[in-house]
């Protein structure tokens, strides 16, 4: 399925990006970059290594500038975007590599999440038991030191944390990667959980049966620019998914 012939998403969506180009110095890595996340829905976003899919989640959370183009969340654009102003508007990102804090305790981690809530004690602490709930293995670890967990905990940890600002979107980088087919099943168990909970959930993923079974539509970039998207059974069809994704 072409770019032209995409199947229609959301008429307001909660997420839009369009024509972003960003980049890193002399290097330009995204190119008229321009995707939908709608109230509810799950969109995964896949390529090979260096399609530019880590620097889009960049620059939706404010970690890196666009070069031109515009982020819009809820209907309005994101002026100058910060990672501290993208967060308090409700935008949780989960890096590639997972990013915790090692010699804090997973207690310590989580709390770190909590600064987009501002004081209100009552709803931090509501959020904090809520996020153990959907993340169980972490109840018994609270004063562990986060970098003494498995791989499997801290991908569960990292989500977590970014689970504790409330936010309305969760961007999700890879989060399968170096985990063990037991605990990959795990904390993609945890997504439409999360989903319930009311949060649209934009994810870059290499496992292509967790991101194609997970999510409604899905993206296809390569060199900094989408040349494919629609449903998982569209993609899966497509020519252009084989050649791009599917060695």
């Known amino acids: 399925m072409s770019v032209e012939a995409a199947a229609p998403t959301a008429t307001h969506p909660l997420l839009r990006v369009v024509d972003v180009s960003a980049g890193y110095g002399s290097i330009a890595v995204l190119e008229g970059m321009s995707i939908t996340l709608g109230e509810g829905e799950v969109v995964t976003v896949l390529g090979p290594n260096g399609a530019g899919k880590t620097t889009l989640l960049r620059v939706i959370s404010g970690v890196v500038p666009p070069r031109a183009g515009r982020i819009e969340f809820a209907g309005e654009t ?108 795990r904390v993609f168990d945890s997504l439409p959980l999360i989903r319930a909970e009311g949060v649209s959930i934009l994810v870059v993923e290499q496992n292509l049966t967790h991101a194609l079974s997970l999510a409604d539509r899905g993206y296809v970039m390569n060199r900094g620019r989408v040349v494919l998207e629609g449903t998982a059974d569209e993609l899966k069809q497509s020519d252009i998914f084989k050649a791009y994704v599917s060695h």
């Open 78 to 185: 994101i002026k100058r975007p910060s990672a501290h102003k993208v967060s308090r508007l409700g935008v949780g990102h989960v890096p590639e590599g997972r990013a915790i804090f090692p010699g804090l305790s997973v207690a310590d981690n989580l709390t770190l999440g909590t600064f987009a809530l501002g004081r209100d004690r009552d709803e931090v602490k509501e959020v904090y038991d809520n996020v153990l709930d959907l993340f169980p293995p972490l109840k018994p670890r609270l004063t562990q030191a986060g970098g003494t967990l498995s791989g499997g905990e801290q991908q569960m940890l990292a989500i977590a944390r970014a689970l504790m600002g409330k936010p309305r979107v969760l961007l999700l980088d890879e989060p399968s990667l170096g985990l063990s087919p037991l605990m990959v099943d």
